[in-house]
């Protein structure tokens, strides 16, 4: 990669080259009166709408490691949490607000590769990139993205609504991303033992790591899942509770029957484990279901819905009726393969779970 310093350009360079990759992504909504370029960011609100409002910081070191992370993929993910939370709400994304502060020892074509993958999420999601800052940064990368999104009043979901005797869904599949990052760990080990050691570590001595791109794929650049929240406004429906999955299923759970004043039963054999995750917590002596329950950052959407609206979206196949919400003295239980419950709560003190 060729390497220009960020000082040969200065700060308004630096913010010029943003802009310039930024601009596509304006287009992708009608309401943007002024973009980048002035103090701040003007925009119509649509008419009827409510606004919801989120951020999301990813700090070096502590959410992500620049060794096993391309910052392409770094600027796609920071843009799918945000919109992962808007969906959350059932809310469509239309604003990104974009902050970075910058190592000294980063180039013009890293911050490049950042923003070429924030503008690709951006224009994916239609969400326009609509204003920041940028600052030098003493110590590693910081990302923090704020972004605004719209819904109606009916469409709007918290947490807090679900009743006992729902059904408790999650789009898509847990625990792709925990394989991900752990196979990101573990190639990340044998890349510094070969430096410590003075060996090569190149193509022809690193695992084929063909076969794990999905897995690599769910932790580095997960999919908001903002065509569910499409779906479930097609059908007309709305979802007693809603969450997005990133501290994993039983900690997002516990959030909304913490919120909605319910217990919950989930069926073992219900949770949609990622495809090959199996195999890949097989390979690493660890255990897939664990993952799906305490690995988090899939970004799916866990809601609640009465059985009735189910009904309109029963047969779309991603999404997985996992359990029902109970009254609140019943507690979160996991009833296993064999019909025994735990408390969801403790899933990782059990041996079940950690065999
Ligand atoms: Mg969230």
Redesign the pocket.
Known sequence: MAYRAISGIGEFGLIDKIAALAEPTLHTVQNLITGIGDDCAVYQPSAGLLQVATTDMLVEQVHFDLLTTPLKLLGSKSISVNV??IC?MNALPRYALISIAVPASFSVEMIEALYEGMAYAATEYGVAIAGGDTSSSRSGLVISVSMIGEVSAEQLTHRSGAKPGELICVSGTLGGSAAGLKLLMREKEIMLEHIENNEPYNKSTMADLKEYSNAFQNHLSPIARLDIVRLLHSKNIRPSSM??I?DGLSSDLQHICRSSNTGALVHEGRIPIHPGTRRIAEELQDDALTWALTGGEDYQLLFTISKKEYEAIADNKDIAVIGETTDKEEGLLLSDIYGMTIDLRTVKGFDHFSS
């Open positions: 992962s939370d959350a969450i997005d990133s």
